[in-house]
Nanobody, 125 residues
Framework: QVQLVESGGGLVQAGGSLRLTCAAS????????MGWFRQAPGKEREFVAA????????NYADSLKGRFTISRDNAKNTVYLQMNRLKPEDTAVYYC??????????????????WGQGTQVTVSS
């Protein structure tokens, strides 16, 4: 089992950057595929990015490629989401999630077993 805590959200102007951090508890962090999801008000949760257990493989939502970068540090039990050139439509609660059995191609949130509480990102125009 793993517990996840996100941080790094906040208010930023359009065009700015934020880096989200997800800290995981437990000694088996490197055994999980990690993902980021987001949910905007009135919308369904959507896949943002995923990273393989080793960190060598990544997968992104097509609309976010080139602006968002996922990375992880297994020594620190941490996964990051670097978000650049932010747009108002990126406003959402961002969640990190852990998947013990899938791969980076697993984009369905229902297949991730563990979730953080979320961190709010608000992009002003």
């Amino acid at each position: 089992q793993v517990q996840l805590v996100e941080s790094g959200g906040g208010l930023v102007q359009a065009g700015g950057s934020l880096r989200l951090t997800c800290a995981a508890s437990g000694r088996t962090f490197s055994s999980y595929v990690m993902g980021w999801f987001r949910q905007a008000p009135g919308k369904e949760r959507e896949f943002v990015a995923a990273i393989s257990r080793s960190g060598l493989g990544t997968n992104y939502a097509d609309s976010l490629k080139g602006r968002f970068t996922i990375s992880r540090d297994n020594a620190k039990n941490t996964v990051y989401l670097q978000m650049n050139r932010l747009k108002p439509e990126d406003t959402a609660v961002y969640y990190c999630a852990a998947n013990p059995s899938g791969s980076v191609t697993t984009t369905a949130g229902g297949l991730y077993d563990y979730w953080g509480q979320g961190t709010q990102v608000t992009v002003s125009s």
